[in-house]
Structure formats: structure tokens, C-alpha cells
């Protein structure tokens, strides 16, 4: 179902697997890549995740290794997930093994891009930027790199296969692509590596099917959006029109809408409080074209550089938040011209966020029962199967959300019971859904904090949207026990907002 | 296909058992089956045999498992001593307990046979006998064991009632099903489900002599009626603090109402947040049980013995004043839809070579759909009160491809909401929709922003050629 596809399509991207069966190959050099030893990195972060059964806790950290370019102006450009929840992060010279920690200046995991910066600035004498590579045309050989164990680069070709859109890995956002195809081993760890056309960084692989032989890169486009916006003094980030669109192609549909000219994609979906939606678009209105570029049947344009492409690679990045993009619209027989003002998401403001890096999860836990806020990595606790697993209401409310009222806020709901004496007849609740605690509507849980200060008659009453309706605690009894709940269940707090 | 019915391990018999007087009254039975093929609702369905037994009770009536008889499309006994099988037919089918009627027309079957008394409630750790046709032989067969457990359990048959049910340990094994569990020469239960040996060793449920006292007078008036349900959901109340906050004192009873579904019987009756206290006068512990013939059962068994129209009365709390409740008793119709169905067709609308199909368990045990917003409607039906604005969640279930819906493939197990304007409530708005002209039929999905257009007359000239290519035999049926 197309809305499906639109939400969920983050699951299906392919998981990023090395194999080990491919040949070595060593391709011939191209000319400058000498130059990769003096400005290619070994990065390694040490990660650790929240665990989101128990957010007062971390789960195991773990290690993964990449390889970082460094680019003008002293910083080293990585993908986002490699320093995802990044406790420490360690650059080390390919050759001498010379290493120096770094701190994460920028990240974005919209774009899947980081920057960073190593402690000490002079780490970096002697070495080289490498420049941000221009031109790229399918057909064009390039160069992945990485590192033999000795610090040797090894490096292999490919050629570059296709350029489009599609989903980046952490939010699913469209954005631009650079698909190479090459005989990759496994060598650095992970799937961050530099590729290089001619002595230029043409981008960051990201990820790689082995089966297929194919690397996703993160295309110059893309990274020079991201490193415009970092040299903000407000990171603005990547822009949406906050609509979907599905494709005219069938001629039934055309004809039914009165749609006599060629091309146009037919508006399925406005986001609330999205561009699109301030601007005025509708669902069932077509985009002939934007910028005065025509939009075929399938919502690509003709881009001078790139050839077709969908045209959220003008809205995604060749615009910026803030700019404003002349859509054409054919809407009931007539055409006009809307123009639409870019912004990028305020994340804080969904229901349910998709992705939830870098801090921590908020929580409280009143005598005993912990309660939470809704996110995407909640449910993904569950497994790959989380959609079919998760508790199916907060499942739905997660797929759903654009459909909630726009005060609907966060959902909060009682994710687990640590038995207390307060807690005595609730031991089996797990995730339900809270309305209201003493009378007061929870919207989020800074609400449900507010309310837990005021119980009513000596008692905290907490309403559910769903089975068991309601259940109370006594008010003295939860405050009496804080101490030793925390003690008996080694809690670092009962609370984090 | 050949099966015996019910599925278990077999275990020996150890001791040697008098089975010849219920030899006169056990019946074996096999069953001729089809069942309906809801992925190609237009074709008959696969048939299919197996065998089960079943026992004679007063007034020449042959009492087995619903399961043994389900969709059948011929059935014959016969009876031990006599190889010659008589055809038989279904009098009454209660697929809510697991329990059938059947009888034989040719009078002569019945002769030398003797009808079996029931009995009550067996105490635990009794010797009972277990009689059928299991696995392992093709003659009647008895295994012994003792009650273990008389509780409430789910009955598979219809996957969402539960009932009074009794645990025995003797092996109860495929075949055995619809059986006569006796004690003392009375019937006290009749074998019909357990768990495979994989899952756990020698528990096997037979349905007791309330469940079977119930059925038999429902069906005295000719016609069954179903289970009738309060509809209810409640809470223990062992918490100090929520029975000092409702006013309750520390005595250990009453139970606080969770939901009540809508469109059953305490609807507007009983509400959220009540406390129960009695129900037909007998308390209430706080874990909702009471205690009834001298035995500690789940409260909803006082409604379990009732019939529709009957009521039940409710001494409850609310708002910490004591109030009395009666509620007429009915069956709570929106909860069918999470139940297996039988001797049921399945119902579909064919336009365009879109197939349309309303949602129920059979349904979706049929094709598992993945897509999220039809697993909410049909999980949440009931909880969510889908039901009140849509009686039937009527979903594009498959399409015939052709060049007129090539670009419908996106649209599989969307759920229809209107067609050229009319809600969809129910699958025959649908067949009422497409047969009213128009130049196009405009469908409109849930949550789906873009249509599906099929122009009248593209459909016309396609219908042939669609249920010609894939052997559509009939294009709607729209009665179950």
C-alpha cells in the first residue's frame, strides 16, 4: 500500500553485508590516489545505545571502525552511523598508527553525515584535503579505499552504475545516491569509506550488498548541502515539502482528473504542519513542475548534471530550509503556480520520533511503574520483527501519527511494572496507554511529572486509553518508598525529563 | 485428505475396563468435509475426510464435537458389532462449545442401542474412562485417567470462547474427539481437545456436564442460540491503595470494570470504573471468582448458564455509592468477527477483476496480510468501536491482472471507504455501488490519497475476458 511504503520503507532497505567470497582486486591506480595515504583516517568510535526497556540504563558499547576523509578547513567527514551514540572517538593514522581523540562537531542523520574534528588541531600537519569531486556521470570509474593491515591502502575500482533517489538509511529520507558497483572486501570494519574519482572525494559509501556487489555513496550534492549548513551558525539541515505523490501513469486516473497534458504526479499525502501544508497544497492536486522544470508521470526532472531524477533532489538539497520553490499545480482543470517555503522537520514536534540518537530517553517512575514516551527504537526493541511484535496500539500509533491530532502530543504509556508494595494487583501491565494522571491530560511526560506533584485526596489516579481503565497508588506510600526502590532496583534516578 | 480429529500422543491404557455396556452407545463417525477456500472465494473449496465419535443420548440424538461435523457434506455412523454405516445429518452445531447433534434417520440404527445419562461435576483426582476411535487401530478404544483440574479455558474450535472445560490425564489422542468421558456409567464430559505431546504430556480437556446441560436446553426450542456474554472486562482489585481510593474496606472483594465493549449486553449499562460486588447475589472475590456448588469458578460462569434474554443481576460500586444493575443478556456480536466460522461461504464482489472481500478470522488466517492499518482495523475492532461506523471492514482482498487494473497492484488489502461517494459499510454497499451506472467508478481507500479510477465502460468490455482467464464461476455472493 503506497502510504505503507512511505512510512516503512526503512525496513526493507537491504542490511549492509560484507562477504568474504569476492576476489581480491586490486585495480590499476587513477593517477593521483597517492594522495589518499595522506588524507584518509582511520576512524574508531566506541558506541553505546539506551536501552529502551530499561532507559536508566546503556546497553554493552561496542566498536566500529571506518575510514574518514579529511576535507577543507580541518575536519574529517564520516557517515552519521558510524558515530552514532558515540561514547569516545578515536582517529588513527593509516601508516604510523598515530592516534588522537576527536570530538563529533556535526551530525546529521538525516544525511547520514558527520563531521569531526580531532582534539589536537596539529594531528592534521602534513596531511592534505582532499576536494569534494564535481561532474560524476554514470559510466565513470572510481575508487573505493581502504586500509590493509600494514596501513597500505587497497583499493578498489568500480564503476559508477546509477544516480538517483532513495532512501537513506536511519529516517528514510530521499535523497540523492550514487550507486558503484565493485567487488568489495571486508577490510575496515564497517561500510564508512572514502571513494575517489581522479584524486577528489566523490563520496561516502555507506552501504554495500555483497550478494549484488553494489555500494550506495553519499553523493557530493548531498555532502556539500550538509557542509554549507554546518558553516551556519544554525544547522538548518535538510529541507522537505512535506507531501507524497504517487504517479500518473495510469491513463484511467488521467483521464478521470481531466489531466490533458503529459506528466505530473498526483499529490497523495500533505504532512501536518508541513511546507506543503502551510503553502496551501491539497491531496488530489498534480505537480506539473517545479522551478519551471517539467515533472514527468513518475515525478522525475531533467537535471543538468545528474539527467532524470525525482524532483526531491531539488526540494531535498539543492534547496536549503528557508528558500522557496515555485511549484506548478493543475488542481480541478485549471494550473497555477504555488509557491511553497522550505522547512526541515522539527523532530521534537512528532509523536512518535523515528530515530533517537546522541541522548538520552526520558522516563519516571512513579512507586514503581516506569512510563515512557513513544519512539520508533522503542519498538524496535522488539526485533526485526517489531512490526508484527510490538505491542500492535503503539505500533499503530507510531504508523499512524500524521493522522493524530496535531495537540495530540507525546504518547505516554506504562511500559513495565517493577513490583513494590505500591505496585500490589499490577505486576502484569506492560503498555498501555496513559490519559490522564489526577485529572490532568498527559501529553507528555513532563505532564505526567506536573500531575504526579498533585495527587487528590492522598491518592495518584491514572487513567489508561485502554484495558485496565484506571488503577491508584497510594501518594505517601510512593513518595515513602522512593529510596528503597531506587536501592532494590539500583536505579540511578527515578525520573529523567 | 483422511484425518481423525483431535490432536495428541498416544499413551497406553494401563487398566483392564468394563467397556461393553458403553459399547451399545458409542458411535463412530466420519465426515465428508469441504472447506471453503477464501483465497479463491468463487471455487467450492477442498474436501476432505476424517473420522470422530460420538455417543447416543435420549430421543435418538447422536452427541459429538462441532469440530467432528464442521462444514460437512456427508456424514455416516455406525455403531460397534454392525459395519454398515448410516448416513446421518446435523440437528443443532454449537461452534462456541465445541458441541453437535446428529441423528439417523433409518430407525433401525438406533436399535440396540442404549442412550447415556450424564452426570456432574467430577472430583478431582476420580478415575475416569475415555472412549473413541483414537489413532492406533480402527476399533473402539478406552484409555483411563484421573481429573486433574477443572478450570476455564480457551476452546480452540472457535478460537475466542472460553468455557468451563475439565483436565483429565488419560490420553485422549485424534479420534477420540467427541467421545464419551464416563464415571460411574454416566457421562461426565465429552473428549474434544489437548495439547500435542510436543507441548506438554498427558493433559487432555474434555467439555463438562454444564457446558453439555447448557447446549441441550438451548436447542430445546429447535434453534441454538450461541453463548450470551456480559461483555466485559475486569480488573482484580488487590491493590490497597485503589480499594482505600474507590471506598472499598479490606475484605477482598469486587473487581473493577476495565471496559465494556460496545454493542454488548452491559452496554450503557455497566461502566468503566465500576467496582462489582455480586453478581446474582454471590460476592465477588477481588480475583473474580466466585464460589458456586461449592466450587471456586470464574464469576462470568453464573453467565455462562443463562441464555440469551435472560438477565443477570449486579450489585456494584460507583462513584462509592452502591448501586444495583440488571442487564438483559445478548451476544455480543461485534466480538464474532475474531471467531473461526464454519458451514459458512465465503462472500465476495468481483468488478474489474478487483476482488473484494469482507474481513473476519477466516479471512485472515487465509491470507496473513502484513499491511498495518488492516491488522489495527481487525485487531482493535472491537476495542476501538470500528464496528460502529463500519459493520464490516471490506478490503481489495486480490486482483486479476489486466490491462484495465494494471495499476490497482498498489492498492492490495487497502480497506474501501467509498465508492463514487457511498460509504462502504458493508460488502454489499459494494455490489450495490458497481451496480449503479456511472462513467467511472471512483474507489476510495483508507489513508490511501489516490483513488482508483475504472471507467464503466473498460470494465464492461474487459468481463469476459477476465472471467474467462482466471475461472471465475460466479462474480458476487454476497449470503454466508
Known sequence: ?497 | MFRLFLLLSFVFAAAPLQAAPVARSLVRIEATSQEPNYRTPWNPGEVSGGVGAGFVISGNRIMTNAHVVSNARFLTVSKEGDPKPYPARVLHIAHDCDLALLTVDDARFFQGMAALDFGGIPEIESSVSVYGYPIGGSKLSVTRGIVSRVDFQPYSHSGMDSHLTIQIDAAINPGNSGGPVMQDGKVVGVAFQGYSGDVAQNVGYMIPTPVVRRFLKDVEDGHYDRYVDLAVSYHSLFNPAARAALGLSDDGTGVMVGSVYGGGSADGIVLPGDVLLKIDGLPISSDGTIEMDGKSVQLAEVVERKFKGDRVSLDALRDGKPIKLSVPLDQPWPFTLHANAYNENPRFVVFGGLVFQPVDENFMSAFDPDDLRLRYMFDFFVDDKIYRDRPEIVVLSGILADPINTYAGDFRFGIVDEINGRKIQRLDDVATAFADPADYYVIQMLGIGRPIVLERQAVVEARDRILGRYGVTREQNLVK
Not at chain 1, 502551510?278 to 545528474?306: H, R, S, W
Open chain 1, 1 to 497: 500500500m503506497i502510504t505503507r511504503t512511505l512510512l516503512f520503507a526503512a525496513i526493507l532497505t537491504p542490511a549492509i553485508v560484507f562477504g568474504g567470497s569476492t576476489p581480491i582486486s586490486k585495480a590499476p591506480t587513477d593517477g593521483n590516489l597517492r594522495a589518499g595515504n595522506d588524507s584518509v583516517l582511520r576512524v574508531n568510535s566506541t558506541n553505546q545505545a539506551y536501552d529502551f526497556f530499561r532507559p536508566w540504563t546503556k546497553k554493552s558499547p561496542f566498536s566500529r571502525r571506518g575510514l574518514g576523509a579529511l576535507i577543507e578547513g580541518g575536519y574529517i567527514l564520516v557517515t552519521a552511523e558510524l558515530v552514532g551514540n558515540s561514547n569516545y572517538v578515536e582517529l588513527e593514522k593509516a601508516t604510523t598508527a598515530e592516534k588522537s581523540g576527536a570530538i563529533v562537531e556535526r551530525v546529521d542523520y538525516e544525511c547520514n553525515l558527520a563531521l569531526l574534528r580531532p582534539a589536537d588541531q596539529k594531528f592534521l600537519e602534513g596531511m592534505k584535503p582532499l576536494a569534494i569531486d564535481e561532474g560524476a556521470q554514470v559510466g565513470d570509474r572510481a575508487t573505493v579505499i581502504q586500509l590493509e593491515s600494514n596501513g597500505e591502502i587497497a583499493e578498489t575500482s568500480g564503476i559508477l552504475t546509477s544516480i538517483t533517489t532513495a532512501g537513506y538509511p536511519m529516517d528514510n529520507m530521499g535523497l540523492l545516491i550514487f550507486r558503484l558497483s565493485a567487488p568489495l572486501q571486508q577490510r575496515d570494519g564497517s561500510f564508512t569509506l572514502p571513494v575517489m574519482r581522479g584524486g577528489r572525494l566523490l563520496g561516502l559509501l555507506m552501504r554495500y550488498d555483497a550478494r549484488s556487489q553494489t555500494a550506495d555513496l553519499i553523493p557530493p550534492p548531498v555532502i556539500r548541502h550538509f557542509l554549507k549548513e554546518a558553516a551556519k551558525e544554525n544547522y538548518g539541515g535538510f529541507a522537505r515539502a512535506g507531501m507524497a505523490f504517487t504517479s500518473t501513469r495510469d491513463p484511467q486516473l488521467r483521464k478521470f482528473i481531466g489531466l490533458d497534458q503529459p506528466g505530473g504526479v498526483y499529490v497523495t499525502e500533505i504532512l501536518p504542519g508541513g511546507a506543503a501544508e502551510t503553502a496551501g497544497m491539497k491531496k488530489g492536486d498534480v505537480i506539473l513542475a517545479i522551478n519551471g522544470l517539467p515533472i514527468d508521470q513518475d515525478g522525475n526532472y531533467e537535471d543538468k548534471e545528474f539527467g532524470r531524477i525525482s524532483f526531491s533532489h531539488v526540494t531535498n538539497t539543492v534547496s536549503h530550509p528557508g528558500d522557496t520553490i515555485q511549484f506548478k499545480i493543475f488542481r480541478e482543470g485549471a494550473t497555477f503556480d504555488l509557491p511553497v517555503h522550505l522547512t526541515a522537520r522539527d523532530r521534537s514536534k512528532m509523536l512518535s520520533e523515528s530515530y533517537f540518537m546522541d541522548r538520552p530517553p526520558k522516563y519516571v517512575i512513579l512507586g514503581g511503574l516506569v512510563f515512557l514516551e513513544l519512539s520508533r527504537p522503542f519498538l524496535q526493541e522488539w526485533g526485526a520483527d517489531w512490526v508484527k511484535s510490538a505491542p500492535q496500539r503503539l505500533v499503530a500509533y507510531d504508523a499512524f501519527q500524521y493522522e493524530k491530532p496535531r495537540d495530540r502530543g507525546k504518547v505516554v504509556f506504562l511500559s513495565q511494572v517493577l513490583p513494590s508494595p505500591e505496585t500490589l494487583g499490577y505486576e502484569s501491565l506492560e503498555n498501555v496507554i496513559v490519559s490522564k494522571v489526577n485529572g490532568r491530560e498527559i501529553r507528555s511526560l513532563a505532564d505526567l511529572a506536573e500531575a504526579a506533584k498533585h495527587p487528590v485526596d492522598g491518592f495518584h489516579e491514572i487513567e489508561f486509553e485502554e484495558d485496565p481503565g484506571k488503577i491508584f497508588l497510594d501518594a505517601a506510600g510512593v513518595e515513602g518508598s522512593r529510596d528503597r526502590l531506587q536501592k532494590e532496583y539500583s536505579l540511578p534516578a527515578l525520573e529523567r525529563l
